[in-house]
């Protein structure tokens, strides 16, 4: 069934969308989002300790998923990605085909983690929206350029949002140790204290990524 659903995801008869899906699933292509995101927690965190946890348990939260996943799973698995099975008919996208084992996606673990700290740590429903959909289509890449199997993504996914929850149950014990408030009241801010306009800064460097990367994925063919 695995093989069956990856077949049906994996690459199209589109180069558009093969750039796109390149674009997407390159890491440093978002680091202009990765830095709006600590721009983010550094302008609305109260106090230097409680900035330095919230980034330290986002670091830690990528730690943790880059361990279990690199270092524990993968290598006790040792299940042949797709693009270098030779039983498995993968269609390859301009020779995408990275090294490594499979099971499980790190980089859905990864990007899954972030996304779900941040949702619970901003409280945004318009931001969380926005970078729930750049999640799902980063996970979905890795599936279309063959590189993981649909059952390693989505595992990678769950992996991913329970390490996430977990670091941030801890930084809510460093609060209530710290006894900072978490409720607020306001248009200008989200239920967990952000600026609103902040986290408009970062939906717009969202699409305004998203933007680049079709018109890159234009210019390319």
Known sequence: MDKTIFHALNGSESLVLDHIMLDITTWWVWLPLYVMLAILVIKNSETIPRMLFTIGMALLCFAMTEIITDVIVKP?????????DPTVHSVLVDGYAPEGFSFFSAHAANICGLVTYICLLVRSKSMSIFLCI????????????????????????????????????????????????????????TRAGYAMSDCDEVICILLFLFVCIAIHSVVAN
């Open 76 to 84: 006790w698995v040792a299940r042949v990605r797709p693009c270098n």
């Open 134 to 189: 750049w999640a799902l289509l980063s996970c979905f890449s890795r599936i279309y350029l063959g590189v993981h199997y649909p059952l390693d993504v989505v595992v990678g996914m769950a992996v991913g949002i329970v390490v996430a929850i977990l670091c941030y149950r801890l930084l809510k014990v460093f609060e209530m140790q710290a006894s900072t408030s978490n409720h607020y009241v306001s248009r200008k801010l």
